[in-house]
T-cell receptor, first 115, second 114 residues
């Protein structure tokens, strides 16, 4: 299957700082990428749809000024958690598809811990 | 009521047994169906992807879709301890503008005991 890579896999930061997570499609181009958040023992919650060359589309209840998304190229999307607080601690996962309607591949996830 | 319902488990089976997982859904616009396997602290891994009603087989995995009943299943034959993970069903609404936006079930935790 297609490969989606995330970096870093784990990050610990102090409250009030900003953290950037990268998502790369390694062997295909992706005009659209998706960012999910997952709490322990819960399913994935879609946060936003990242669109190459245009603004991201955020799901209801997700603060766009808090979670900045940039999709600068066809292989890279970044999620920046600004002014992070302990409640932002979570597992963040990105996904992308090399084809139109179907298969969606996920990155390895990034675990954020805010102290 | 959630759009996609999935029993959280845990489902515990002995090694070699068949694992049977299922999801029900309420949105008749769901047309694409996927099963993902997720190990602890890892991203989901795509196992099966189906579009039409019926069966699809890939190695030890068989996916079934019954659109008339709004019910999908995943069977794992000859289960191994390495199959112990959380299994997530996911579906895509073909009518929605955001092409690959998925709706996930809550996941079923599976434990295969040696």
């Amino acid at each position: 299957g297609a490969v989606v890579s995330q970096h870093p896999s784990r990050v610990i930061c102090k409250s009030g700082t900003s953290v950037k997570i990268e998502c790369r499609s390694l062997d295909f181009q992706a005009t659209t990428m998706f960012w999910y958040r997952q709490f322990p023992k819960q399913s994935l919650m879609l946060m936003a749809t990242s669109n190459e060359g245009s603004k991201a589309t955020y799901e209801q209840g997700v603060e766009k000024d808090k979670f900045l998304i940039n999709h600068a190229s066809l292989t890279l999307s970044t999620l920046t958690v600004t002014s992070a607080h302990p409640e932002d601690s979570s597992f963040y996962i990105c996904s992308a598809s090399p084809t139109g309607p179907g298969e969606l591949f996920f990155g390895e996830g990034s675990r954020l811990t805010v102290l | 009521q959630k759009e996609v319902e999935q029993d959280p488990g845990p489902l515990s089976v002995p090694e070699g047994a068949i694992v049977s997982l299922n999801c029900t859904y309420s949105n008749s616009a769901f047309q694409y169906f996927m099963w993902y396997r997720q190990y602890s602290r890892k991203g989901p891994e795509l196992l099966m992807y189906t579009y039409s009603s019926g069966n699809k087989e890939d190695g030890r995995f068989t996916a079934q879709v019954d659109k008339s009943s709004k019910y999908i299943s995943l069977f794992i034959r000859d289960s191994q301890p390495s199959d112990s993970a959380t299994y997530l069903c996911a579906m895509r609404d073909i009518l929605k503008a955001a092409g690959n936006k998925l709706t996930f079930g809550g996941g079923t935790r599976v434990l295969v005991k040696p």
